[in-house]
């Protein structure tokens, strides 16, 4: 019985995973723009304008409370707080991406 449930548990988060373009409609653009373009509350840097490993460590640190460059932390620590290591890591990629896009 154990078992089972550990694999459904393994099952659920992985099948459960959003995709990073449905995180930034439901949670990040309001803030950032649809492209992760605008900065935050006018202070933070634009997202998009940020290296997957900046955006990362940003994204882990925020949602583990221990980031608060512009003394905005917090607002991002609720923005982050439902997000996997699988999801932060997938925005990571697409946001720097977005970016790129953006420049073309
Ligand atoms: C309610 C507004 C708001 C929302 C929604 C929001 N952010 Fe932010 N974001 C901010 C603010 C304010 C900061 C600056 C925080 C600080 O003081 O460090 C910030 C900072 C950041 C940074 C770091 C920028 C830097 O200069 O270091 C990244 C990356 C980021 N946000 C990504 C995201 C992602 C991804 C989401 C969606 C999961 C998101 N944000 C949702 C307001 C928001």
Do not use: W
Request: charged share 25%; net charge positive.
């Amino acid at each position: 019985m154990k078992k089972f449930i550990l694999f459904f548990l393994i099952l659920g988060t992985s099948l459960f995973a959003r995709e990073p373009q449905e995180i930034i409609d439901n949670i990040c653009s309001s803030c950032h723009g649809i492209n992760m373009e605008k900065r935050g509350y006018g202070v933070s840097e634009a997202p998009n304008t940020l290296s997957s490993s900046y955006i990362l460590e940003a994204l882990t640190k925020y949602r583990a409370g221990t980031k608060s460059d512009y003394r905005q932390g917090p607002t991002m620590t609720a923005q982050t707080s439902t997000l996997t290591d699988e999801e932060i890591k997938a925005l990571s990629i697409y946001v720097k991406a977005l970016g790129k896009k953006k420049e073309n």
